[in-house]
């Protein structure tokens, strides 16, 4: 049985879980903050990467704009487990990350953006990598997306200038 690729996307962006456990505990981001950097380019580079050779043998249309949602979605699953672990439902995923790379999403709209960003904004990933795969137009869930992004970074731009990280 074949999985259609909006399916492996998703799965794809599952894999956010266990990666963000992994580069959490090994050594790679344990002692400074150039481990993040190095960790977010291979999971940019990596996850379109994978999905190409995923995907490579179902008949999707050549667009772009499909490996950069997929990218997305990526970011929005990793952006649930930092409001999860901010929350203090899980533990372990994203705590140097939080000290090192990005304190500001422990605060209120911190917070509040991931939450958005992992239900919100990840519904409108996968909903647009579906248009993709299924040869749909994908313009007004795009539209939406691009309002929901501006109308959140009106919150959050102001809440890290202004606030305790400014």
């Known amino acids: 049985m074949s999985v259609s690729s909006a399916t492996s ?69 990793v952006d649930m487990i930092i409001g999860l672990e901010m929350d203090g439902y899980i533990s372990g995923f994203m705590e140097f990350y939080m000290k090192e790379g990005e304190p500001y999403l422990g605060t209120a709209y911190g917070i509040m953006i991931s939450y958005w960003d992992a239900t919100a904004h990840y519904s409108m990933y996968l909903m647009m990598v579906a248009a993709i795969a ?5 313009r007004e869930v795009g539209l939406y997306w691009v309002g929901s992004l501006l109308h959140s970074m009106i919150v959050f731009m102001p809440g890290t200038f202004i606030g305790k990280f400014a």
């Not at 499909?66 to 990526?74: E, K, M, R, W």
């Open 134 to 138: 299924w040869n749909e137009q994908y």
């Open 9 to 77: 996307v998703f799965f794809i962006t599952l894999l956010s879980i266990p990666i963000c456990w992994v580069v959490n505990h090994s050594g790679l981001i344990g002692k400074d903050p150039w481990g993040i950097l190095v960790a977010g380019y291979a999971s940019l580079i990596g996850i379109p990467v994978l999905t190409y050779f995923v995907i490579r043998e179902k008949r999707v249309k050549k667009d772009p704009w499909f490996y950069v949602f997929t990218v997305f979605a990526f970011s929005s699953a």
